[in-house]
Structures are given as structure tokens and as C-alpha cells.
């Protein structure tokens, strides 16, 4: 019988402790997105009231505080994009 290999086991042991700290951080979730509370306090720090609306359209966040709006990503919670209105 062929010994085992120090280093072929230190990779697998590797590969399987990264993959179950990917799977339980979310990572590797197919639904991860952003919840409803959490898109309008990422979008209530670029907006200039208190955000009053908030819809997915497209892995995307639309909120609204009424006048200004905020795209955020769904999965990143990153600003794409924010519309100022006219005043």
C-alpha cells in the first residue's frame, strides 16, 4: 500500500475547510440577497430624508425617500446608482 502524501493531504484538508467556510459565511448561497431593512439603511446614507420606499426590480434596490431615489445591488449592497429630483 502506497503511503499517503503529507502535502496531497494538507491540500485536501485545504480545499475542504475553505468550501465549509465559503458555504457557511453564505457565499456559495444562490439566494443571497439583501433584505428590505437593509437596502434602505445602505440607501438611507446617500438619500437626504428617510428612505419611505423600497422595491426589487432586478437584483436591484430601488428606495425612495419621496423625492431622491437609490439603486442598490441586491447581492453586494453596493450604490449603482442615485437619481436626484428636481427642487
Do not use: K
Given at each position: 500500500?502506497?503511503?499517503?502524501?503529507?502535502?496531497?493531504?494538507?491540500?485536501?484538508?485545504?480545499?475542504?475547510?475553505?468550501?465549509?467556510?465559503?458555504?457557511?459565511?453564505?457565499?456559495?448561497?444562490?439566494?443571497?440577497?439583501?433584505?428590505?431593512?437593509?437596502a434602505r439603511n445602505e440607501a438611507a446614507t446617500?438619500?437626504?430624508?428617510?428612505?419611505?420606499?423600497?422595491?426589487?426590480?432586478?437584483?436591484?434596490?430601488?428606495?425612495?425617500?419621496?423625492?431622491?431615489?437609490?439603486?442598490?445591488?441586491?447581492?453586494?449592497?453596493?450604490?449603482?446608482?442615485?437619481e436626484f429630483a428636481a427642487r
Amino acid at each position: 500500500m502506497t503511503p499517503l502524501r503529507p502535502d496531497l493531504l494538507a491540500l485536501v484538508f485545504a480545499a475542504v475547510s475553505t468550501a465549509a467556510v465559503a458555504w457557511s459565511s453564505g457565499a456559495m448561497q444562490a439566494d443571497a440577497t439583501l433584505t428590505e431593512a437593509c437596502a434602505r439603511n445602505e440607501a438611507a446614507t446617500y438619500l437626504t430624508s428617510q428612505p419611505r420606499r423600497a422595491e426589487l426590480h432586478a437584483q436591484q434596490w430601488q428606495v425612495s425617500d419621496g423625492h431622491d431615489t437609490a439603486w442598490i445591488d441586491a447581492r453586494t449592497g453596493q450604490l449603482l446608482e442615485i437619481e436626484f429630483a428636481a427642487r
